[in-house]
């Protein structure tokens, strides 16, 4: 078997202690986040333009919901749509089993399968994301 390659948009990050690694989309406030807990991992989108941006992150995300059957549809697993109306930010994410409490034997898959799905959703929000940039 061959690893995906990493997505791109990542290749230059650098690990770090943090739960999360996060590269821009190319919109501003919105970031593409590979996510690691102690039994789940993922990708998501995190809509997040900052303080007092709440309801500007409610129009963004309602915004790419438009498009949610084509994303979804691109996407191999479900895919969580979370406005979070009590948070300030919102996300489109995608969880996989295993975290950084999974047997240390099972960190490669763990790790491509992350990958295949950042993939998945960076491919899958394109059309959404450029309709959005177009409009803003």
Not at 1 to 7: H, W
Not at 25 to 43: P, Q
Request: aromatic share 6%; with cysteine.
């Amino acid at each position: 078997v061959v690893a995906n390659p990493l997505a791109k948009s990542h290749s230059h990050i650098s690990p770090s202690m943090s739960s999360w690694i996060a590269t821009s989309s190319g919109i501003r406030g919105l970031d593409l986040n590979y996510v690691t807990n102690k039994s789940n991992c993922g990708a998501e989108l995190y809509i997040d333009r900052g303080k007092d941006s709440q309801e500007e992150n409610k129009i963004i995300f309602d915004q790419l919901k438009k498009f949610q059957t084509d994303i979804d549809s691109k996407i191999n697993g479900f895919v969580n749509w979370q406005r979070l109306d009590s948070r300030r930010a919102c996300r489109i994410r995608i969880d996989l089993p295993g975290g950084y409490r999974s047997p240390d034997e099972e960190w490669t898959e763990i790790q491509e399968k992350m990958i295949n799905v950042m993939n998945e959703l960076e491919e899958a929000l394109k059309p959404a994301l450029k309709a959005l940039k177009e409009n803003t």
